[in-house]
């Protein structure tokens, strides 16, 4: 049954002008002399990734081979992999409410313990003990209410789902809510070591919905084969996230909550984002493939033609690619589409689309829905049926939970690898495993060996290199060359005020150093951001532009038998992983390295704390000949047990900075 009436007759309109607008977030940064240059960059490489849907629409057979690893894949990029254990959730019902045909229950669960998840859940007043009713999960929107929760806000939805005979769960988000935790750690808080752990609140928002689906289930009120989910921005965005993991999710409505990456980063949408929207693209998916694990359950994708942040020509590619991928379900039937004329927000028309679409599927009822507008929020301060405080889950201060762990879970959540030292038997075959695994998860697709840099321009100063399409980075030349001196290549996060290289002595700075800065803005931190939605880092394209330059210099300096690879505090890390994924390079000469990337400063990786952390990357560089200056005496530990390990204790000499 076809219901998006305003689409059908939108969509010739729409699909007509999408070649000549898209809509974009802003105007692009132009202030440094950089910017133009990674914006390009970040466009190049979202069209392969966003054009490798088109492999997802081969079969149905070929779709159906590769779902399981999509959906480890997928739980990996939201820091739920391996799953984590569903323990207790210590559901607790704190006070109740009487409506007009309905009954409130306020309620916290624990998803794990210590994350407290604050909810009410409507009930209709009145029904048998024996029956058991639909249930629709509320996932909230950014609506900020303090203490009261943002659940207050969304208190309409509940009661009309309860009126019409189904349990309605509307829970709080980690920011916002009643326990406050925050989304906004890359987007604000410098919190980069986000994306050294894998961890994004998207995770955690997904983890409370299947927990809240735990519980829903386990109430003896609730038919478990009729859950549904829905709701808008930030809600919508969980809605796909709950939906795409637990398939106990029969019906899906998403309003506003998904756009796609032409949209998120070259149209620069994600700085309207915060960070519970975007996972972290590991695997570097098409940004409907996590819609499409939701087929073929039904799916409604609901936005307003006016969105600001989810603009119009990303919901008609992201529809385009649902319908087609359904197609191959043959459930063409079962996603359909509604856009309605206005901005972000709930209207008259999208009440009506939600409450018709979960009736049909969750009650089998097609009939139109004519009392969606009962008992709204009109307004922030005012007119709500409920007041806000009443819907408090714990009513004061001195109630809340002495035990939450909502302020840190971001430092809990995805756990860490603990890395073995390695034995002397076994050294090279715990290298390989570690290598594997970082190819895998923190330098997705990075080649070997690396390409050898090419020459842009040069001067008498310096060189200005093409390390990759689209990147360029600038080489200072030595002051004077010697046969009798070793070569140094000296890896630089600072930028080079003066020409200050030594006899030998080439200095590099990598992309977004010195010649090549571009603007950051904090927030929204486009430019790290988008990186993260693409599936790397900014210092991971600093590591490609180390060994792409490594072997620039090696070719200039054919006559010399060595080429030593330098560098001091952040630089200095980069430099190790550089040496890690290139073998060639033959000698490092590391200073001041952080003792872990949680390190204020340290270069962020994409996983990395999953797989090692600093001293082990270290310790991957032997049998090669390492000086190591300036770090403690737990860092050298480990990382000559790995040198004495590979049969190489020799080749590690430390000393003072």
Same mark, same amino acid.
């Given at each position: 049954?076809q219901?998006?009436h305003?689409?059908?007759?939108?969509?010739?309109?729409?699909?007509?002008?999408?070649?000549?607008?898209?809509q974009?977030y802003?105007?692009?940064?132009?202030?440094?002399?950089?910017d133009?240059?990674?914006q390009?960059?970040l466009?190049?490489?979202?069209?392969?990734?966003?054009?490798?849907?088109?492999k997802?629409?081969?079969s149905?057979?070929?779709?159906?081979? $590769?779902?399981?690893?999509?959906?480890?894949?997928?739980?990996?990029?939201?820091?739920?992999?391996?799953?984590?254990?569903?323990?207790?959730?210590?559901?607790?019902?704190?006070?109740?409410?009487q409506?007009?045909?309905?009954?409130?229950?306020?309620?916290?669960?624990?998803?794990?313990?210590?994350?407290?998840v604050?909810g009410?859940?409507?009930?209709?007043?009145?029904?048998?003990?024996? $029956?058991?009713?639909?249930?629709?999960?509320?996932?909230?929107?950014?609506?900020?209410?303090?203490?009261?929760?943002?659940?207050?806000?969304? $208190?309409?939805h509940?009661?009309?789902?309860?009126?019409?005979?189904?349990?309605?769960?509307?829970?709080?988000s980690?920011?916002?809510g009643?326990?406050?935790?925050?989304?906004?750690?890359?987007?604000?808080?410098q919190?980069?070591?986000?994306h050294?752990?894998?961890?994004?609140?998207?995770?955690?928002?997904?983890?409370?919905?299947?927990?809240?689906?735990?519980?829903?289930?386990?109430?003896?009120?609730?038919?478990?084969?009729?859950?549904?989910?829905?709701?808008?921005s930030?809600?919508g965005?969980?809605?796909?996230w709950?939906?795409?993991?637990?398939?106990?999710?029969h019906?899906?409505?998403?309003?506003?909550?998904?756009?796609?990456?032409?949209?998120?980063?070259?149209?620069?949408?994600?700085?309207g984002?915060?960070?519970?929207i975007?996972?972290?693209?590991? +695997?570097?998916?098409?940004?409907?493939?996590?819609?499409?694990?939701?087929? *073929?359950? *039904?799916?409604?994708?609901?936005?307003?033609?006016?969105?600001?942040? +989810?603009?119009?020509?990303?919901?008609?590619?992201?529809?385009?690619?649902?319908?087609?991928?359904?197609?191959?379900?043959?459930?063409?039937?079962?996603?359909?589409?509604?856009?309605?004329?206005?901005?972000?927000?709930?209207?008259?028309d999208?009440?009506?689309?939600?409450?018709? +679409?979960?009736?049909?599927?969750?009650q089998g009822?097609?009939?139109?829905v004519l009392?969606?507008e009962?008992?709204?929020?009109?307004?922030r301060?005012?007119?709500?049926?409920?007041?806000?405080?009443?819907?408090?889950?714990?009513?004061?201060?001195?109630?809340?939970?002495a035990d939450?762990?909502?302020?840190?879970?971001?430092?809990?959540?995805?756990?860490?690898?603990?890395?073995?030292?390695?034995?002397?038997?076994?050294?090279?075959?715990w290298?390989?495993?570690?290598?594997?695994? =970082?190819?895998?998860?923190?330098?997705?697709?990075?080649?070997? *060996?690396f *390409?050898?840099?090419?020459?842009?321009?040069?001067?008498?100063?310096?060189?200005? =290199?093409?390390?990759?399409?689209?990147?360029?980075?600038?080489?200072?030349l030595?002051?004077?060359?010697?046969?009798?001196?070793p070569?140094?290549?000296?890896?630089?996060?600072?930028?080079?005020?003066?020409?200050?290289?030594?006899?030998?002595?080439?200095?590099?700075e990598?992309?977004g150093?010195?010649?090549?800065?571009?603007t950051?803005?904090n #927030?929204?931190? +486009?430019?790290?951001?988008?990186?993260?939605?693409l599936?790397?880092?900014?210092?991971?394209?600093?590591?490609?532009?180390?060994?792409?330059?490594?072997?620039?210099?090696?070719?200039?300096?054919?006559?010399?038998?060595?080429?030593?690879?330098?560098?001091?505090?952040?630089a200095?890390?980069?430099?190790?992983?550089?040496?890690?994924?290139?073998?060639?390079?033959?000698?490092?000469?590391?200073?001041?390295? #952080?003792?872990?990337?949680?390190? $204020?400063?340290?270069?962020?990786?994409?996983?990395?704390?999953?797989?090692?952390?600093?001293?082990?990357?270290?310790?991957l560089?032997?049998?090669?000949?390492?000086?190591?200056?300036?770090?403690?005496?737990?860092?050298?530990?480990?990382?000559?047990?790995s040198?004495?390990?590979?049969?190489?204790a020799?080749?590690?000499?430390?000393?003072?900075?």
């Amino acid at each position: 049954m076809q219901i998006s009436h305003l689409r059908n007759t939108l969509l010739v309109t729409i699909v007509a002008a999408s070649g000549l607008f898209a809509q974009q977030y802003g105007e692009p940064d132009r202030g440094s002399p950089g910017d133009r240059a990674i914006q390009q960059y970040l466009a190049l490489r979202t069209r392969p990734i966003h054009a490798s849907f088109d492999k997802d629409l081969v079969s149905l057979d070929a779709w159906k081979s $590769q779902r399981e690893k999509y959906l480890q894949e997928y739980f990996y990029m939201l820091g739920l992999w391996p799953r984590p254990v569903k323990t207790p959730l210590r559901a607790t019902v704190t006070g109740t409410l009487q409506g007009d045909g309905f009954v409130v229950e306020m309620l916290h669960y624990q998803s794990r313990p210590g994350l407290y998840v604050t909810g009410t859940l409507y009930r209709p007043a009145e029904s048998r003990d024996d $029956q058991r009713l639909p249930a629709v999960f509320y996932a909230c929107g950014h609506a900020n209410r303090g203490r009261n929760g943002h659940k207050s806000a969304f $208190q309409s939805h509940g009661m009309w789902f309860a009126r019409h005979g189904y349990i309605c769960l509307i829970v709080d988000s980690l920011q916002l809510g009643e326990i406050a935790g925050i989304h906004h750690g890359t987007y604000r808080e410098q919190r980069w070591w986000w994306h050294s752990r894998g961890y994004t609140p998207a995770g955690v928002e997904c983890w409370n919905g299947i927990r809240g689906i735990d519980y829903l289930t386990s109430r003896p009120d609730v038919d478990p084969d009729r859950i549904g989910v829905t709701g808008i921005s930030g809600g919508g965005a969980a809605t796909f996230w709950i939906a795409a993991a637990d398939e106990r999710v029969h019906v899906a409505v998403p309003v506003s909550g998904m756009a796609d990456l032409p949209s998120y980063v070259p149209n620069r949408m994600i700085n309207g984002h915060c960070d519970c929207i975007m996972m972290y693209n590991t +695997f570097q998916w098409p940004w409907t493939r996590i819609a499409s694990l939701v087929a *073929p359950r *039904p799916l409604l994708f609901v936005n307003s033609d006016h969105d600001q942040i +989810f603009p119009m020509d990303a919901n008609d590619r992201v529809i385009n690619r649902l319908e087609r991928l359904y197609g191959l379900h043959g459930a063409s039937d079962q996603v359909d589409a509604v856009i309605s004329v206005g901005d972000h927000n709930y209207r008259r028309d999208i009440r009506k689309a939600v409450y018709r +679409f979960i009736n049909m599927h969750l009650q089998g009822n097609p009939a139109e829905v004519l009392d969606g507008e009962v008992d709204l929020v009109t307004s922030r301060n005012g007119d709500h049926k409920i007041p806000p405080e009443q819907l408090r889950v714990f009513p004061t201060d001195e109630d809340l939970p002495a035990d939450a762990i909502n302020a840190t879970i971001d430092e809990v959540f995805v756990p860490v690898a603990h890395v073995e030292l390695p034995q002397a038997a076994d050294y090279q075959g715990w290298r390989e495993k570690l290598v594997a695994q =970082l190819r895998h998860v923190t330098f997705r697709g990075f080649p070997q *060996p690396f *390409p050898v840099a090419t020459l842009h321009e040069t001067n008498h100063r310096f060189t200005t =290199l093409n390390t990759e399409p689209g990147i360029q980075v600038r080489l200072h030349l030595p002051s004077d060359t010697s046969e009798q001196q070793p070569v140094s290549l000296t890896v630089t996060t600072n930028p080079v005020e003066k020409h200050r290289p030594s006899v030998n002595e080439y200095i590099l700075e990598p992309r977004g150093i010195g010649a090549t800065r571009w603007t950051t803005n904090n #927030p929204p931190n +486009f430019v790290e951001r988008s990186h993260a939605a693409l599936g790397t880092t900014v210092d991971a394209g600093r590591v490609w532009d180390i060994a792409a330059t490594y072997h620039y210099v090696r070719q200039q300096v054919a006559g010399h038998l060595q080429v030593v690879l330098r560098g001091e505090g952040a630089a200095a890390v980069l430099a190790a992983y550089a040496a890690v994924l290139e073998p060639a390079i033959p000698q490092l000469d590391l200073i001041a390295l #952080p003792e872990t990337h949680m390190s $204020q400063g340290a270069p962020q990786l994409l996983n990395v704390l999953r797989v090692c952390d600093i001293p082990d990357t270290v310790g991957l560089l032997a049998p090669r000949p390492l000086r190591l200056r300036g770090v403690d005496s737990d860092f050298t530990h480990r990382v000559q047990s790995s040198y004495a390990a590979a049969g190489a204790a020799d080749k590690i000499h430390l000393s003072a900075p």
